[in-house]
Structure formats: C-alpha cells, structure tokens
Nanobody, 121 residues
C-alpha cells in the first residue's frame, strides 16, 4: 500500500557532501513522521535523524551540526543533507515513515530498500 524510494547515495571523499531523498507513495492518508536510519556491516541499525509533519527534528549526537533533515509534506518527501562526511558515516541508509493509509485503522512503520553511502579516499 505504501512504498518508500530512496535516492542520492554514492561514493564521496571525506569532507564531502551528499543529499539523500526519500519519496513516499501509495494510498497515504497521513504521515506522522519520517526519518533516516543507517546500518554499517556488523553493527545494529541506528537512528540518524527524524522529522515530524510539523517540523520537529531529532538528530543522533554523531551527526549534529553536520547533517540536516528536512521535508516537503506536499510531496511526501524527506531529505537528508549530509556535509563534512567522515568514513564513520559509511553505511546503508534507510528511510522510515510512520504512515496512516487510506481507510487504515492505525499507523504503520514503512521502510525503504536502503541506499549505500560510502565515504572513502
């Protein structure tokens, strides 16, 4: 009923920048929040940043001051601007959305397929 499609990942040098996008589509009634999570090999998935439909943001300490999350509610799209990238940022980045579908009884978490971000010289 809902699909999340991420884009914008790739290979970048330390200190460089990338901008990730995630667009939600389907029978969406409302989206309470969207966010980005990441998972590096051998590690647990961790929160990167979240944003509510009202614009309230939350960031992991490791990315504060470097990453900025934003959204376009009219397009059901969330963005992650990543600046001053470090090798430690290398991971698969997953988009998440808390969605109420049309005629749905409750909110459901949806996940994108993930996009690879590699920071290396």
């Amino acid at each position: 009923q809902v699909q999340l499609v991420e884009s914008g990942g790739g290979l970048v040098q330390p200190g460089g920048s990338l901008r990730l996008s995630c667009a939600a589509s389907g029978r969406i009634f409302s989206i309470n929040a969207m966010g980005w999570y990441r998972q590096a090999p051998g590690k647990q998935r961790e929160l990167v940043a979240t944003i509510t439909s009202g614009g309230t943001t939350n960031y992991a300490d490791s990315v504060k001051g470097r990453f900025t999350i934003s959204r376009d509610n009219a397009k059901n799209t969330v963005y992650l601007q990543m600046n001053s990238l470090k090798p430690e940022d290398t991971a698969v980045y997953y988009c998440n959305a808390v969605v109420r579908v049309v005629a749905g009884p409750y909110d459901v978490n949806y996940w994108g397929q993930g996009t690879q971000v590699t920071v290396s010289s």
